[in-house]
């Protein structure tokens, strides 16, 4: 079963397995019959209940987990450390959805994007997410 993450206004996080895109709005919700209706007093549930999120906040979550067992999101920022012999260099990504696959899109300068295997998601951790920490994209350092 698909699950979605996405963030309401009050700065909260939500994860059900539903999301509907109504025009510049998202909604999540625990089950896929739910109704809305729109008035002049705005949205209701008509039958099921749903929580408004920021449509950019959306993402799927992957069947992925990274080094730390964290469930891997859409949108969410990973970082790769490489040590050799004293020098360590880290890689930043980016989980993106793309052409009916996860992937992770580099966002460190001259580094090449990487498919989102069980190896791969191994040696990653979750550092943030495009939400709540874009300075993160393409600050490898």
């Known amino acids: 079963m698909s699950e979605y993450r996405g963030k309401n206004r009050k700065n909260q996080w939500s994860v059900l ?9 998202a909604f999540l919700c625990a089950d896929s ?37 964290k469930e891997i999101f859409e949108g969410d920022i990973l970082r790769v450390s490489t040590t050799v012999d004293t020098t360590t260099t880290n890689t930043d990504y980016l989980v993106q959805f793309d052409d009916g696959a996860f992937i992770a899109r580099a ?11 069980a190896e791969f998601t191994a040696t990653a951790a979750i550092t943030g997410n495009s939400t709540d920490n874009p300075e993160l994209l393409g600050t490898g350092t």
Not at 19 to 25: E, M
Not at 42 to 65: D, Q
């Open 17 to 25: 397995p539903n999301v509907l895109f109504i025009d510049s709005l």
């Open 33 to 69: 019959g739910f109704i809305i209706k729109q008035s002049d007093d705005g949205l209701t549930a008509v039958r099921g209940e749903f929580i408004a999120v920021i449509p950019s906040s959306v993402g799927a979550k992957t069947p992925r987990k990274d080094k730390n067992n």
């Open 107 to 117: 966002v460190t300068a001259g580094a090449e994007d990487a498919q989102l295997t």
